[in-house]
């Protein structure tokens, strides 16, 4: 790409090194394509298969797409060589999210995998499963994290905490509340191994989860050394969080300065400290670090953007503050225990542990113990020059806030040769804001060398520091006056020819400093002044002599040499002035009309005489500044210039002196007040975060939470059930809303982030997600309210025409025949005479209906839907959805409709391939209801696409003319249909759908007894038979849940009447959009009085929407 | 958390990408990235971290080798700069060195290696001796193999047992015919001489590495007689703190082969080996160098493998340099090395000759630095003294060796 760099040490290398290439995979990477690879990837060879496998990621790594070899490679999952394995595991990776479809063909294996003995291959399959993040899999990527989580192998643990992120970065809602709980369980895991990764994991997922640290606060802390460096990192950051939302800020810690300020004694207390710490401080030193402490720590808890913009309107007041609870760490065992367990951390080989553990010692740390991270910071400048900037950027802030911490070690930051230029120029900085008068001396001397450093930018920028020091430290002006001086002596000898490039920069550094340091006490440094003047004929750089002219004008009436010699300069400029540069024009213009305003009687005359020459060539000047500037300036004086045209005027002589004058005093001639230090206006950020680098909030960070907003105790139970704790922590954040809102009332609260959107619904799945299966939160959310006016008809109608009569046949009453022996002699398939009436059974099939619209947030109006089984006649991708309005309010509701809110949500998820059929609408429209009486209900039909099978749709329903967004939750059990087929079929197809098109699941079978116990309250237990009764609800569970069609019920043949085991039932559909058919057989074990074993089996093409499919009956028969 | 690691050529070629997480990154940014870098030059790579449009960027150079890594979200930067590290040594570990060829040679090695070392933009296992367990590193037996069978593997099928143990840089289960422990105290001397030739700053960074071949699991101690010159310490995971803390012992369950047992630092020595006088008179044009280099405190070893660097400042066109003892070397990019090696008894080394400006410069104005390169076998300079390493359960035939050697590290002499 860029052949100029190193292009001959290739060649060279690669002549040298070719020896050494012979059984690498150097021609692997070389030559990718050099043979085909399809075919060595079905090569029964597992060399072969490898080579290919190598071949591919070296396309990979060059940056080819490769993913057309997809399905090929998919089949080599299920190699027995690990090695493959890993291969293809590397492949899947990179191109899972491109193809899903394929990548779903793993999935098997992977399942398989997860049961294997070798832990490794455990882990592999794990993290490879989570990793293809596909939406689809995501509940079953959940139960194997489920099972990992609990699995005897510490690294199998970990890997299950590393693939809780993973699952989160799909943004299913409905799985947080479970993925959190794993957290949680992870998190006290006995290994530290796997405490680091569950850290990681929690710091990702739910960073505000307060209270699951809570619960483990000291074991946490305790744990702490032992955890893996990376862990650490992690970990430390997120107890500092805990330890200061739960427990408030320390005592005498840096943070509490800005509280210092407030109070009389406690102003004492740590101004006593600071001063045993920096004995030979000025006080001005102090008060400058604590007005920047306070900005320190209010920056750590607001983030300084927001504190910036607060404080521009100059309300800097601290009265929100005040309710900070500030405790000593001495008497805070659990503040203490932080402190104590981060200390030894400060040792750590990684730097960034000893960053993150310096952070907590800064902020918690009291004042007086700050210290002890000094020197371990310092060690981390021996480290990489990468990692060496980023630990100078986090020192300069310290150094900033409480230079008395780094005064004693100026040595370290000592320049050396092989610094880039950023770490110089920051070492440069934390110098000049450690400067004592006792380090001054070594500093300068340093100083000195650093100007003859061959990066002149550098040099330019020491200059300037001396400057700044001068600045901090008056006493010592005349010692940096003096070594400036000589600089620019010595500048003026190299830049005479103005060769240089870049001295040029130095020389007008030199000057700023000395015009600076002037600036501070004029009097005492009138000889500088000369001197400078003086040189101003050797002076070339435009910039350099404006500042020297500048510094004449405004010191012109110093002391007793310099108005002495200023008109001779004057007259000199003047004469100049043709041929200097735009800049100097300017400032001569300026000064020479300062110098007329200031100038003795003696020299009036001359003044006059020079000024009005400069203004005459100035107002012909080339440069439209210079010329306007030059009539501003003749307007000003015309008076003091008592110039030509002036007749008129002279009537008023004492008027004429007054205004122009007294403006031009002011203007030119105004004292330059001294600055006070420049508003400290630094952008700070938490110490070690990247936001702190880079000097802006880098999204994802967070500052501090504030102090004490966590005031529940979480201590209490450590057996609280888990899912209580997250409930918990919805209504903990609330709680301290409440408590916050008072006081920080114009302030986002940082604790309510994690609630809105995830409590409401974590709430309600975690209710039934404590003893179920987690799988089946994929779409129970909502009241399982059964409609029981309009629905019912409407669905047995339905049912009748859906279930064919060939079907119902099968279905029959002749049970109590069923132990005859010539019946149960016969194949089962088959059996006749005795029916059921279809109203039987049909009554007792009720659509599950959910809420669409709560009747408090829609004004009364309450919305239901339930899924019909009828078939768009539109387009087979339609799923009917019956929809009912009810007006629950006193008032008339008008104009109700419903549309589809977003139409093109579908392109960023991932499984658009599947649902890409674009022209058909999302939503066929819905006649508008016009009107609705109070008490009135109606209802409509809608034809809905769905995106996808898991994914809710979101409406905007209109009424009254006000929008309300609602959320359509789609049920799997509706995207088939139902597809006749006799029984013979219906196995011939089943044979074909062997092996991974094979899906199976068993649950425990319970509705059975709730009809039982019915029948015994009725007394009527002899005229039903019990096996019939459990098919009958067996039946009509899945006949009210999914668009099925009944085949066949095979009974169980045993003598036992009690026995339903052997109890088959087949259900046959096919899926609307494809028509690929989808085969359910449900077979029950055990006693027809006892809860029933049944298993599940789900046979079908479409490998994703089966094992949903699969998943959506266990929940519902179970 | 990370999101995507490239590896970078010395001519912005992307060797390697290896995607961390579901957000992808897309190459481009390597483009934008060396765009940058070509058009800022030098300063732009030395920033370890930077805000690119869409991504924040990390770098680490290593031998020629751009390491770069991706996020776009706050997490610390120094985790994803020490992480980058940690890959760069091992695979130099492994790759016995780093270049652009052995990066692609074992790419296969690379990838495996990046995938074990990281999971999810998260650090996974980044402990030398387990991953030497998982991934085998390539060494000349399984190359011959790979030719003559054309099959070979270095993926091994068993999860290393450290992973599993509460010591999770060793597994459990080594046997030594023959014990050996060896302590090495390998110390660099860092010194700036100031341009008056007053020492400013003298001090040694020393690494304790530790060889150790031990069956079973043994607990050291190690103590040193004079822990109280100690500066500054960080320690390998193994070291227990309290131990430390208390009485100033290093205690630990080694890993197995070479490790970094710690390392120091011992700050504000007054002495150096070597003394380095330069003078230079510039006048009219030309410059007069003059470099004198001899011993000045004698630490009772020979002193070897001497050498000075210095860059000639920028505004010299050419220059003439002799030497009356060993080797002088100017590059194309003005970097002179002066290699000594030992100094002779009879003379003092020195280096002149006569460098030529750019017309129009009359006199030097920006002095060269010269660098001070150094090796001192069987000293350390701190004076630091291993007092004793025991073994709670000493094995049969257990050998012990110490070490200690000195070099010359940021050593620098201005003029």
């Known amino acids: ?858 004004n009364g109006l309450k919305v239901d839907y339930s899924f019909s089984s009828e078939i768009s006649s539109i387009s087979p991708l339609l799923v009917g959805v019956e929809v009912s309005f009810e007006n629950r309010s006193t008032e008339n509701i008008s104009e109700v409709t419903l549309v589809d809110e977003e139409s093109n949500k579908a392109s960023d998820s991932a499984e658009c391939s599947l649902t890409s059929h674009s022209d058909v609408p999302v939503l066929v429209p819905m006649e508008d209801i016009t009107f609705l009486e109070p008490g009135q209900r109606t209802k409509r039909t809608l034809h809905v696409r769905f995106h996808h099978h898991l994914l809710p749709l979101k409406l905007a329903l209109y009424c009254n003319g006000k929008k309300l967004s609602v959320k359509l939750r789609p049920d799997i059990g509706y995207f088939v249909k139902p597809l006749p087929m006799e029984v013979e079929a219906f196995t011939d197809k089943e044979s074909h759908l062997r092996g991974m098109f094979e899906y199976v699941r068993s649950c425990t079978f319970t509705h059975h007894i709730e009809e039982l116990n019915k029948d015994k309250e009725m007394g009527d237990m002899l005229t039903r038979d019990k096996i019939l009764l459990v098919c009958e609800t067996i039946a009509v569970q899945m006949l009210s849940n999914a668009n099925v069609f009944l085949v066949s019920v095979d009974m169980p043949v045993a003598a036992n009447l009690d026995d339903a085991s052997g109890l088959c039932l087949r259900f046959s559909s096919e899926i609307l959009s494809n028509s690929i058919p989808c085969l359910i057989t449900i077979t029950a074990e055990g006693k027809c009085i006892e809860p029933l074993n049944i298993s599940i089996k789900v046979n079908c093409e479409e490998t994703v929407f089966g094992l949903n499919l699969l998943n959506r009956i266990v929940n519902f028969l179970s | 958390m990370l999101q995507c690691i490239f590896l970078l050529s010395d001519s912005g070629e992307i060797m390697l990408e290896k995607q961390l997480t579901g957000h992808r990154v897309d190459r481009s940014i390597c483009d934008w990235f060396w765009n940058q870098a070509i058009s800022q030059g030098d300063s732009f790579k030395q920033q370890p971290v930077i805000a690119s449009p869409t991504h924040y960027l990390f770098q680490i150079l290593r031998e020629g080798i751009t390491f770069l890594a991706c996020t776009q979200v706050e997490m610390p930067p120094l985790m994803a700069i020490e992480f980058l590290c940690r890959v760069a040594d091992v695979l130099s570990d492994y790759l016995e060195g780093l270049n652009e060829d052995l990066i692609k040679d074992n790419f296969v090695i690379v990838y495996e290696l990046l995938d074990e070392m990281i999971d999810n933009g998260f650090p996974l296992t980044t402990e030398p001796n387990i991953l030497r367990e998982m991934i085998a590193p390539p060494n000349i037996v399984s190359k011959m193999l790979s030719v003559v069978t054309g099959n070979s593997s270095n993926v091994s099928d068993t999860l290393p047992g450290a992973t599993a143990s509460c010591v999770p840089w060793r597994t459990t289960d080594i046997k030594y015919a023959n014990n050996e422990v060896y302590v090495d105290l390998v110390e660099e001397m860092d010194a700036i001489i100031n341009r008056d030739g007053a020492l400013v700053k003298c001090e040694i960074y020393g690494e304790v590495k530790v060889n150790s071949h031990i069956t079973g699991v043994p607990e050291l101690t190690l103590s040193f007689t004079n822990p109280s010159i100690l500066n500054d310490v960080r320690f390998h995971p193994c070291v227990r703190f309290r131990p430390w803390e208390s009485h100033q012992i290093l205690s630990f369950v080694p890993p197995d082969g070479q490790f970094k047992l710690m390392s120091y630092r011992v700050k504000k020595l007054k002495s150096i080996p070597i003394y380095v006088k330069p003078q230079l008179t510039s006048d009219a044009g030309t410059c007069r160098i003059n470099l004198m280099v001899g011993i000045k405190n004698d630490p009772g070893k020979t002193i070897d493998s001497i050498t000075v660097q210095f860059q000639l400042p920028p505004s010299i066109l050419s220059a003439d340099l002799t030497s009356n003892h060993g080797v002088v070397n100017i590059l194309s990019n003005k970097m002179c090395t002066w290699s000594i090696d030992r100094i002779p008894k009879d003379r003092t080394p020195s280096l002149s000759g006569t460098m030529v400006l750019e017309t129009g410069v009359e006199r030097l104005h920006v002095f060269p630095i010269f660098q001070l390169g150094f090796r001192i076998q069987g000293v350390a300079l701190s004076g630091l003294q291993i007092d004793k390493l025991e073994l709670k359960v000493v094995p049969n035939r257990l050998y012990k060796g110490f070490r200690a050697s000195t070099r010359g590290g940021l050593y620098e002499v201005r003029s």
């Not at chain 1, 949680?184 to 680091?196: E, K, N």
């Not at chain 1, 002035?577 to 400032?587: D, G, I, M, V, W």
């Open chain 1, 1 to 858: 790409m860029f052949p100029q760099f190193g292009a001959t040490a290739e060649t060279l290398s690669k002549a040298s090194t070719i020896m050494f290439r012979i059984g690498t995979d150097a021609h692997l990477y070389d030559d990718p394509e050099d043979v085909n690879i399809a075919p060595l990837l079905d090569s029964k060879f597992d060399s072969e298969k490898c080579e290919a496998l190598k071949r591919l990621l070296a396309l990979i790594a060059q940056g080819f797409d490769v993913s057309n070899f997809f399905p090929q490679v998919v089949k080599n999952v299920a190699s027995q060589s690990l090695e493959v394995k890993k291969l293809v595991y590397l492949y899947l990776l990179h191109y899972a999210e491109k193809r899903p479809n394929e990548a779903l063909l793993s999935i098997n294996s992977f399942q398989k995998d997860l049961g294997d003995t070798n832990p490794l291959v455990r882990a592999w399959a794990l993290r490879t499963m989570a990793g293809i993040r596909l939406h689809v899999i995501a509940p079953l990527v959940l139960v194997a994290v489920g099972k990992c989580a609990r699995d005897p192998s510490v690294y199998v643990r970990k890997c299950a905490a590393n693939a809780l992120p993973k699952l989160h970065d799909l943004q299913q809602e409905e799985h947080s509340s479970t993925i959190e709980e794993i957290v949680g369980m992870l998190l006290s895991d006995h290994s530290p191994g796997v405490v680091g990764a569950a850290a990681a994991a929690f710091n990702s997922i739910c960073p505000n989860n307060y209270s699951l640290i809570g619960r483990n606060y000291r074991r946490l802390c305790e744990v702490l050394p032992d955890v893996e460096e990376w862990g650490q990192i992690v970990l430390i950051g997120i107890l500092l969080r805990y330890a200061i939302a739960r427990h408030g800020l320390v005592k005498k810690s840096i943070m509490f300065s800005l509280h210092g300020k407030e109070s009389p004694q406690s102003e004492k207390d740590s101004s006593d400290v600071e001063f045993s710490l920096e004995k030979d401080n000025g006080t001005m030193d102090w008060k400058y670090n604590s007005e920047l402490a306070s900005l320190v720590s209010r920056c750590y808890i607001e983030g300084p953007d927001e504190y910036l913009s607060r404080s521009s309107y100059g309300n800097r007041m601290f009265s929100e503050f005040h309710d900070y609870k500030f405790i000593s760490a001495k008497s805070n065992d659990n503040l203490m225990i932080l402190l104590h367990c981060t200390s030894p951390l400060l040792w750590s080989n990684n730097s960034a542990v000893v960053l993150a553990a310096a952070g907590v010692h800064w902020i918690m740390a009291p004042r007086e113990d700050v210290k002890r991270i000094v020197k371990p910071l310092l060690f981390l400048l021996r480290s990489s020059s990468s990692s060496k900037y980023v630990v100078l950027c986090n020192i300069q802030v310290f150094a900033k806030a409480m230079p008395s911490l780094f005064a004693p070690h100026f040595e370290d930051f000592f320049i050396i040769s092989s610094d880039s230029y950023q770490i110089k120029a920051l070492k440069l900085e934390i110098l000049c804001s450690i400067t004592t008068e006792s380090s001054i001396s070594s500093i300068f001397k340093e100083f000195q060398d650093y100007v003859r450093d061959p990066d002149r930018r550098f040099a330019a920028d020491t200059v300037a520091a001396i400057g700044l020091c001068a600045q901090r430290l008056p006493k010592m002006a005349n010692t940096f006056l003096e070594g400036l001086l000589a600089l620019t002596r010595q500048e003026l000898l190299t830049s005479e020819f103005g060769s240089i490039e870049g001295e040029a920069g130095v020389l007008v550094q030199v000057l700023t400093s000395i015009k600076s340091i002037i600036k501070q006490d004029p009097p005492d440094h009138e000889k500088v002044v000369i001197q400078v003047v003086h040189s101003l004929d050797e002076i070339k750089v435009p910039a350099a002599r404006a500042i020297v002219i500048w510094m004449m004008g405004e010191y012109s009436n110093l002391g007793e040499m310099l108005p002495r010699m200023v008109t001779t300069v004057l007259k000199y400029l003047a004469w100049s002035f043709p041929s200097e540069a735009l800049e100097t024009k300017l400032q001569i213009l300026n000064t020479s009309v300062k110098v007329l305003l200031g100038a003795k009687e003696e020299d009036l005359w001359t003044s006059k005489k020079v000024v009005s020459y400069v203004l005459e060539l100035a107002e012909v000047d080339l440069n439209y500044d210079v010329r306007d500037r030059a009539r501003f300036l003749k307007k000003i004086v015309s008076s003091k210039l008592g110039s030509q045209e002036v007749k008129d005027d002279m009537i008023y002589p004492p008027q004429k002196e007054d205004l122009p004058h007294v403006l031009a005093e002011c203007i030119l001639r105004a004292q330059t007040q001294q600055l006070s230090l420049e508003p400290i206006n630094y952008r700070i950020y938490l110490p070690g975060s990247l936001s702190q680098i880079v000097l802006h909030a880098a999204p994802g960070y967070e500052p501090l939470p504030k102090p004490c907003s966590v005031l529940h105790d979480e201590h209490s139970p450590e057996t609280n059930k888990l899912g209580e704790g997250t409930d918990g922590s919805g209504s903990l954040s609330g709680s301290s809303d409440e408590e916050t809102v008072s006081d920080y009332s114009s302030e986002r609260s940082v604790t309510d982030s994690d609630g809105d959107d995830g409590s409401d619904e974590t709430g309600s799945a975690s209710e039934n997600g404590n003893d179920v299966d987690p799988l089946i939160q994929v779409s129970d959310i909502g009241d399982t309210h059964i409609n029981q006016n309009g629905v019912p008809q409407s669905a047995s109608t339905d049912l009748g025409e859906m279930m064919s009569k060939r079907a119902l046949e099968s279905w029959l009453d002749e049970q109590p025949d069923m132990s005859n022996p010539s019946a149960s002699g016969q194949s089962q398939v088959h059996r006749s005479s005795a029916r059921i009436s279809i109203k039987d059974i049909g009554s007792r099939v009720k659509p599950k209906s959910y809420e669409l619209l709560d009747p408090a947030n829609g």
